[in-house]
């Protein structure tokens, strides 16, 4: 559980905190079986390291008691989890059917320009990762949308993609904006109804935030009502 | 004709997604005169009275999939499928986000029904939002007594627990969803013994979706034979469409059964954008086969709809103007089960993979004529020879558009670039998978 070199020279430090070991023990706890626990362990693997490093999936099944081969079989087999380290931020385009038909072409036409390297890649700067190969992420009556991290960005169009990479790419990472390795496992709930979002920034109450509003879809009937408009762009 | 909106009736009001909005709207009520009002095989025979049928896609009737649990074999498991990732379908997440304890409600109702103490929710890990917000809503039910030991003094226990998953489409399916919930990977499981009997943990299993867990609240308070007076004789109740793609209004509406699917269209979602006209809609999500505009008549009834050819699956309302490429729409539909099949079973796995190249190639302008008798045969191949569905419906849609629009397949065959569309559009997006 040491240090690891990295095919690209960068070292990356693969021991798990404390925290993220307690999150995985205690995720053990809440199934009839413990090895019902590898997702959310996994899950807890990515959001500390940013990508399921060989040593924290051994860390995984040493706390579940399986074996490294077990876990790891799992880990390969769900689109989300990432095997390799990749840029700060993950950017994913859906191009499934809902999404073309309204847009989706542009959008990765566009993000290749934006982020200046094909989709599979990470920009020159290290802070992006893109992807134009995602497949539907239930968003379609907001589309064309992509992901950032975990947030989704819907009703998307050139000036808004702009806004949105430049403010994710501006945030220290833990102010709120999802970033995977900064968000943590869910907080404790607010006991009372959480509190109304600020004018700029994401909201950060759990109903929708990220969710772009469609003001450049005219006539948009606002079927989703009472929420945040914080972070219109 | 009256308008029923019942899922969807509180969305929009003040803290709908607090417990105390909820409450404050009649919210948990439907809990505690279930416990008053019915013994769970009492309730089971409501459910089966209200005609209620599975939301997500293959509609069996939930009551009598309900009656099929062993008597006396305990423990029992509960299994909320929100692990929606059918193309077009976004109605769960409406749902979770919308009205999330109207779900929780819901899943406790029949966690009573099924005597079963401890109930999962898997919802797919992109809905991670989502995921939070349920988690939160379950401990704020928790602290009002509605979920843990002896509920509302009733004797009861249950647990819920939200479980996320990790990007996998075949975890919707029943059995890959429990596979992938004892922490495997998410592979379907041959049927029988069907969950029923052995599902979870090896013991008897319900599976349900997010939409129709949500209805039992409502037929709790008024009643299977209420309900049944919703909709059609053999789809009760309303559903939540998702209407996407060319249309003004994209968006989830409530709308009983048995409406006709224009009114739907025209009404809801605005129309054909652009003052276009309707080339094709798919009335089913991503595996339905490919319906006309001289179907906008038909109502919004399952066995209608299956009897023009397609299905209504799960309610979701894909619509494309005269300026679509269906040859496009094929192949990224093909894509998607290529991307998304386990690698389980041959036909699946190989076909889509053959299906997705010659798709591509085909909408490159690259096919030859004699490739299109090809794509026939692969999806004979496939269709019914699959381990599971997803093998099967990834077939169905481009077989339907094949036979619907047979000339526009066959001008793309040397047209060397998409004769629709135009060459240069595409290709910038060619490369997936």
């Known amino acids: 559980m040491t240090g690891r070199v990295l095919a690209d020279d960068r070292r990356v430090d693969v021991a798990l905190s404390e925290q993220t070991r307690v999150e995985i023990s205690r995720q053990k706890e809440r199934y009839p079986s413990a090895r019902s626990a590898i997702l959310p362990a996994l899950w807890a693997v990515q959001h500390e390291l940013g990508y399921l490093a060989p040593a924290g999936m051994e860390e995984v099944a040493r706390i579940l008691d399986l074996a490294p081969s077990e876990v790891q079989a799992v880990a390969t087999f769900y689109s989300m989890y990432f095997q390799k380290p990749g840029g700060r931020h993950t950017v994913m385009v859906c191009v499934n059917v809902a999404c073309a038909l309204r847009g989706a072409d542009d959008v990765v036409a566009y993000l290749e320009r934006a982020l200046g390297c094909p989709s599979g890649r990470t920009t020159a700067d290290g802070m992006f990762t893109w992807q134009s190969t995602i497949e539907c992420l239930g968003a379609c009556g907001y589309a064309p949308m992509m992901q950032v991290d975990h947030r989704f960005y819907e009703n998307l ?61 005219p006539g948009q009937k606002r079927r989703r009502r009472g929420r945040p408009e914080g972070n219109d762009l | 004709m009256a308008e029923y909106k019942l899922l969807t009736q509180h969305i929009g009001a003040d803290g709908l997604q607090t417990r105390a909005g909820y409450e404050r709207l009649g919210g948990y009520q439907g809990l505690r005169e279930v416990f008053r009002r019915f013994t769970p095989e009492q309730f089971i025979e409501q459910v089966k009275l209200s005609g209620l049928r599975g939301r997500g896609g293959a ?63 898997y919802i797919r890990g992109e809905y991670h939002d989502q995921r939070l917000l349920l988690e939160r809503c379950v401990e704020e039910a928790g602290g009002a007594g509605y979920i843990g030991r002896n509920i509302l003094g009733s004797g009861f226990d249950c647990e819920v627990i939200v479980h996320g998953g990790a990007g996998a489409y075949i975890c919707g399916e029943e059995t890959a969803l429990i596979d992938s919930l004892e ?148 192949m990224r539909l093909v894509d998607f089960y290529h991307h998304e099949s386990c690698g389980k079973c041959v036909p699946c796995r190989e076909g889509t993979y053959f299906e997705s190249d010659l798709m591509h190639r085909l909408e490159a302008g690259t096919c030859k004529p004699e490739e299109l008798a090809t794509l026939s045969d692969i999806c004979d191949n496939m269709n019914g020879k699959c381990f599971c569905p997803l093998g099967d419906t990834a077939t169905w849609f481009v077989m339907s558009a094949y036979q619907a629009f047979r000339e526009e397949f066959e001008a793309h065959c040397g047209a060397g670039g998409c004769p629709v569309r135009g060459g240069a559009r595409t290709a910038a997006l060619v490369g997936a998978s």
């Open chain 1, 157 to 217: 169009t050139p000036a808004k993609i702009d806004a949105i990479l430049d403010r994710v790419a501006g945030e220290a990472g833990d102010d709120g904006h999802a970033t995977m390795q900064a968000v943590a496992m869910p907080k404790a709930p607010p006991s009372v109804a959480p509190p109304p979002a600020e004018a700029e920034g994401p909201p950060s109450d759990a109903r929708m935030p990220g969710t772009v509003k469609g003001e450049s879809v």
């Open chain 2, 183 to 330: 922490g495997y990977r998410g592979q379907p499981r041959l049927k029988p013994p069907f969950p029923a009997l052995k599902g979870l943990y090896g013991k008897p299993t319900v599976v349900n979706n997010v939409e129709t867990l949500s209805n039992l609240p409502h037929i709790v308070l008024r009643g299977g034979d209420w309900f049944k007076g919703i909709g059609t004789e053999r789809s009760t109740g309303t559903r939540v469409w998702c209407v996407s793609g060319h249309i003004e209004r994209p968006g989830c509406y409530e709308m009983e059964n048995g409406r006709p699917i224009r009114e739907l269209l025209e009404e809801e979602a605005g129309g054909v954008w652009q003052g276009r006209r309707l080339k094709a809609f798919q009335p089913g999500g991503g595996s339905m086969q490919v319906l006309l505009p001289e179907h906008l008549d038909l109502p919004l009834d399952m066995d209608a709809v299956m009897k023009a050819g397609s299905s209504l699956g799960a309610g979701a309302m894909m619509f494309m103007d005269e300026t679509t490429c269906m040859v496009n729409v094929s």
């Open chain 2, 59 to 121: 509609g069996f009737p939930t009551g009598t999939k309900w009656s099929f649990l062993p008597k006396d074999v305990f423990p029992r498991y509960l299994c909320c499928n929100a692990d929606e990732s059918e193309p077009a379908c976004f109605k769960d997440r409406y749902l979770i986000d919308e009205n999330p304890h109207q779900l929780i409600e819901g899943v406790l109702i029949a966690a009573y029904a099924l005597q079963v103490h401890h109930a999962f929710i």
